[in-house]
């Protein structure tokens, strides 16, 4: 592995408040996350030290308000944030966007009452959450979700079983949408349920390509008794939460996913330099540096995209086309990047001793998450020719 160090990414941050804030995350990413990134997620290790160190730190509630224990930083700089961590981490800059994915449904649907009795902390109090949106039979329509929730008095009790939930089994709470009414998006409806509620129980996590460290696992719900203080919205609204919730999540996985990209291209150059062949470094040949080339430009257009999504939804304005075209283009441009990385390190780069191969196997995981990208090209097409004709 190279000695030599990436410089930092050039970033055009609003205030001095948020450089302060980036240099705080580099100096976490730098001693805590990165020096054992690649050993615990060989070994599979959940870092909740890491959340917990994260959350004391104003980490975990970033882009929600002060006064339940937010950040009061924009999405432009929460994701660039994200950025940081996913570079070092993947499991933990993931873990991070998914944990804000759970906190908006309260927060922004939430009366001022369950705002004030659960965002303290689960915003800065060291709580960790999840979102249960998929199911076995329920992935990409998501409408048709078969999980239930029944009014009994006072109390809604849910059954049902949610797959590919991250933090599945470690997580404090549970944003958890359930159907309580008709067939189809009307009917679902969504519940702040507690990570220790009776009858809730995790499966074990799923063995997967990559992200060992970060649980992805199956929930049961039997018979969970939640009160109806736990509501989150109007009966029937909870679809509408979720998608609004997905547009600001999808930012976060293509944040995430540039990161991981930067990681792979700061590890392809520092090879390049270093490594000799007929006399000279191998970033001397014209094919290698144009594949550098190359992987640098997607890198900086997905940022730019991601970024200039950020700014419409920090100004208010409709992002949901961008989203999706942030997340299809960084995502996709992260699997090329980390693919090529692979290609500029040789048979090196194919094994365990460098972290390339590892960056290409969590690279994939981003195209499929928050929405595949097949579904983030319909979004997208619907955006310019209107829905499907049937």
Not at 70 to 93: F, I, N, S
Not at 159 to 179: C, N, P, Q, S
Not at 363 to 379: C, D, P, S, Y
Request: net charge negative; charged share 25%.
């Amino acid at each position: 592995m190279s000695d030599r160090a990436p410089q930092p990414v050039e970033r055009r941050l609003p205030t001095e408040e948020s450089r302060q804030l980036v240099a705080l995350v580099r100096d976490i990413v730098s001693k805590e996350i990165a020096p054992r990134a690649a050993e615990e997620e060989d070994a599979g290790h959940f870092p909740r030290e890491v959340f917990t160190l994260l959350s004391a730190s104003g980490l975990l509630g970033l882009p929600y308000g002060s006064e339940h224990g937010g950040g009061d930083q924009p999405y432009e700089v929460y994701l660039q944030v994200l950025e940081e961590l996913a570079a070092a981490r993947l499991t933990v800059g993931l873990g991070v966007s998914v944990h804000s994915l759970a906190c908006h449904a309260l927060a922004g649907y939430g009366t001022e009452e369950q705002r004030a009795a659960h965002l303290p902390a689960m915003l800065s109090g060291g709580l960790l959450g999840a979102y249960c949106l998929s199911e076995p039979a329920s992935g990409s329509d998501a409408a048709s979700l078969r999980t239930k929730a029944v009014r009994d008095g006072d109390d809604w009790v849910i059954t049902g079983t949610k797959a590919w939930i991250t933090h599945g089994g470690v997580a404090d709470f549970y944003t958890v949408l359930a159907r309580t009414g008709v067939e189809g998006s009307r009917g679902i409806t969504a519940f702040l349920v507690p990570g220790d509620a009776e009858g809730l129980n995790a499966a074990l996590p799923e063995k997967k390509m990559g992200m060992k460290g970060s649980p992805t696992a199956q929930l049961n719900f039997d018979g969970v008794r939640v009160g109806d203080d736990r509501r989150i919205g109007e009966e029937g609204q909870g679809f509408a939460i979720a998608l609004s919730a997905l547009d600001s999540g999808r930012l976060g996985i293509a944040a995430c996913a540039i990161g991981v990209a930067q990681a792979a291209l700061d590890e392809a150059v520092a090879y390049a330099t270093d490594r000799r062949q007929f006399g000279r470094p191998i970033a001397d040949f014209q094919g290698l540096r144009f594949m550098l080339a190359d992987m640098a430009t997607q890198i900086e257009a997905g940022r730019a995209l991601y970024l200039e999504a950020a700014r419409l939804r920090d100004a208010g304005e409709p992002f949901s086309r961008q989203a999706a075209m942030a997340k299809l283009f960084c995502t996709d441009a992260a699997m090329r990047v980390t693919t090529d990385a692979v290609q500029v390190l040789g048979g090196y780069g194919y094994t365990l001793d460098f972290p390339v191969e590892r960056l290409m196997r969590e690279a994939k995981v981003l195209q499929i998450v928050e929405g595949t990208n097949q579904i983030q090209r319909m979004v997208i097409a619907r955006h310019l020719a209107g829905p499907e004709t049937r």
